[in-house]
């Protein structure tokens, strides 16, 4: 316990490092600070200072940044610079920007991605009926018609594809979503081709209890752990008491946000992610690894802020400041 509470060089506060038996060695962050945190933005964000933030985030040690989405520019405008925010990014880093996913829903997308040389896709299914038709137009069974041929083709490109489900722990129209109907589309998603499932909590509403009986659930399911992410929104401030819940039954992904920015546009009630700051936070307090430098995730979200016009909602950011 004679480590030091600030870092010697900035000054700056350190969390105390203080393992907790029983949790994974390492973990990695899945960043969507520029995907899930701009689609949900008043403003739109010049392509150029997308471009900075992506290159960013990853200058950072976030070893996976989802850059973009393919969707309907009509549906999300403020992505609607997707193909010329990865050409940008394509020409200043090459194959590490080719690697970046990009939300894919159906061909067209696809298209769009392979036009670019692009390698990993990321579709985006939902738990039920009503925030599938909301959010892509289409019904559960439908969903799935339109995912399978984009998975398929994307695997014969030898692309990889991750798989999202949302509403895992609630839905704002049809109330509570029963575990067997998650793990259903779960593993329907799984099967089509995905190499990974992120299981999202789109309006925050989950509780840790919740989460441990879903993972298990997918277990019995014959889904483990090493194929599965979480996708909390902090709605309810149970973000991070979900993310230790998930690291005790032995998740090792866990999407975050820099900054905590987020939502989907089709779900008012969803509001920011778990903070990648508030995440690295807690992880370098368990001991657990991670790679990410969070003086640079902090900058970037404070100088981000500046763009958006409003503070940071992440605690940690709050709690450091920075001048960006
Ligand atoms: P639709 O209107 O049913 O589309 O939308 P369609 O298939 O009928 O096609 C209509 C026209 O749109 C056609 O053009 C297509 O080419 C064009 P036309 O022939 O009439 O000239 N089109 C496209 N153009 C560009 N890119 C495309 C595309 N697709 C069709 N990809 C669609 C269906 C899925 C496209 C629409 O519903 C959509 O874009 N939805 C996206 C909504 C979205 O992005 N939501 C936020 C992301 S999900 C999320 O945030 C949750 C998550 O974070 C996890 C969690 O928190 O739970 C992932
Ligand atoms: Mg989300």
Redesign the pocket.
Known sequence: MSEPMTDAESGRPLPMTVPVAGLPERVTIYE?GPR?GL?NEQVVVPVEVKAEFVRRLAGAGLPIVEAT?????R??PQLADAAELMTLLTDELGDAARRMPV????E??LD?ALELDLQHI?I?GSATETFARK????GLDDQLA?FEPTVARAREAGMDVRA?????FGDPWEGAVPLEQVVAVGTRLLDLGASQL?L???IGVGTAGQVQALVRAFEEAGVGTDRLAM?F?DTYGQALANTLAALQVGITTFDASAGGL?G???AHS?TGNLATEDLVWMLSGLGIEHGVDLDAVVATSTWMAGHLGRPSPSAVVRALGSSG
């Open positions: 969507v899930d689609q989405s393919f969707v309907h520019p549906w999300v939300l894919v829903p159906n067209r997308g769009r990321a985006f959010n892509l137009n289409r339109m999202y489900v949302s509403m895992c992120s999202g909590d789109t996708h929104h987020g989907c546009p089709y969803a």
